[in-house]
């Protein structure tokens, strides 16, 4: 019997980008290793992020990503593949996302 | 009978300010709408914000601010004043404030 399929991935337009959301998906400290992970890596199956929290908080984590608008996902195969949409990002809000990766992170 | 006093107000030093407590603090439109007001004007008493919220909402959005070391607040008579931390926020998260003011906002 095949699998069940996975629901579809959402993605906003990138007219429909929120800065108020895209904040608010910046404001956690796993999502912003994420973030800052690919970054400097440009597509990242799921599971290769280093970070340390359960499975089904990091799918939460990337949810929120996700339905931000700051990164994009695709299944191929068993694998979830993750980008950042530092285009449609920049575009939107120029030099937000960058601006805020060269902040230095908490405890530091 | 001397009015009680209010509670003192409580401001992070500028070394512990937290990226991920400013942002979340920029991550909502009442609180953007005050900083963007604040960026252009440096000092103004609470009442003359151009928002639309109950006032213990808006003491709330102040709280979240305040408590972030986005806004410093002083009390003077019957007035509290409010300014931006901006040379603290700049000295820790260089043109972070900036270039979220320059994001279009929401809903443009």
Wanted: aromatic fraction near 4%; include cysteine.
């Amino acid at each position: 019997m095949p699998a069940t399929p996975r629901p579809p991935l959402i993605h906003p337009d990138k007219s429909d980008l929120s800065l108020v959301a895209v904040l608010h998906a910046l404001a956690d400290p796993t999502r912003l290793t994420i973030v800052r992970t690919l970054r400097a890596d440009p597509e990242r199956p799921c599971g290769t992020f280093p970070v340390t929290v359960a499975p089904s908080t990091l799918s939460h984590h990337f949810r929120v990503l996700r339905e931000a608008g700051v990164i994009r996902q695709r299944d191929e195969g068993n694998r979830r593949w993750t980008t950042l949409r530092l285009p449609d990002l920049d575009a939107r809000f120029p030099g937000l996302i960058d601006t805020v990766l060269a902040s230095p992170p908490d405890n530091t």
